[in-house]
């Protein structure tokens, strides 16, 4: 049996930065009230956040004021937890390809089904529904944290057309794909 703490530090040094309420409870041998409320005391004192239930981030100090890591750090863990196919898109996907101007309010990710927005310290992350995700062109985008699902260029166009309203109206998305243009491929735009 290992403290709260030497168990956040094994999971560092062994490259995660995530874990789950039943791994946790598991590893202390910990009731799941007991997990409960050592956990409150983790995210009490700011070592780690919990995007939803049963699902936590461990928080490095240089994160800790904002309560919680940026998005794109722990996104696919969260997707793979909630075994949910997903892609980061619209003007958060601009953005990484370099095409938007500001930085958007929320971290936008395209799922296959409703699922209501997180709200993890100062990150909030929007989910939009596309029940055609299979298939579609992404591409693995690499953070420090390993990697996740990235619209292409050419499906970033398209999505931001099609949900025009979620990307702050025609007139910003008439910019951002000024802006995108550089990186789409006509081959590509085809195919997609």
């Known amino acids: 049996m290992s403290n709260p703490e030497s168990y956040l530090i094994k999971l ?22 007991a997990a409960k409320h050592s956990l409150r005391r983790l995210r009490e004192k700011r070592e780690i956040a919990s ?12 994160d800790r004021a904002n ?4 998005p794109e750090e722990f996104i696919d863990y969260l997707m793979k937890y ?3 196919p997903y ?15 500001h930085r958007p309010q929320d971290f936008q990710v395209m799922v296959t089904s409703p699922r209501r927005m997180i709200k ?16 579609l062109p992404i591409v693995k985008h690499k953070v420090r944290t390993g990697y996740f699902a990235v619209s292409t260029p050419e499906v970033t166009a398209f999505d931001l057309v099609a949900y ?16 995108l243009a550089e990186k789409i491929s006509a081959a ?5």
């Open 67 to 70: 309560g919680s890591r940026p």
């Open 87 to 101: 892609y980061v898109a619209l003007l958060s996907a601009a953005e990484i390809h370099g095409a938007a101007h």
């Open 164 to 179: 025009q309203k979620q990307s702050a109206g025609m007139d910003n998305v008439a910019t951002v794909l000024s802006e």
């Open 120 to 135: 993890c310290g100062n990150v909030r992350i929007k989910f939009l529904v596309k029940r055609t995700i299979a298939g």
């Open 82 to 84: 909630l075994d949910a």
């Open 12 to 33: 560092q040094t062994r490259g995660r930065i995530s874990f789950t309420t039943v791994e946790y409870a598991k590893e202390l041998a910990l009731s799941p009230e």
């Open 188 to 192: 590509e735009l085809l195919a997609a």
């Open 51 to 62: 995007p939803i239930r049963g699902f936590h981030v461990i928080l490095p100090p240089a």
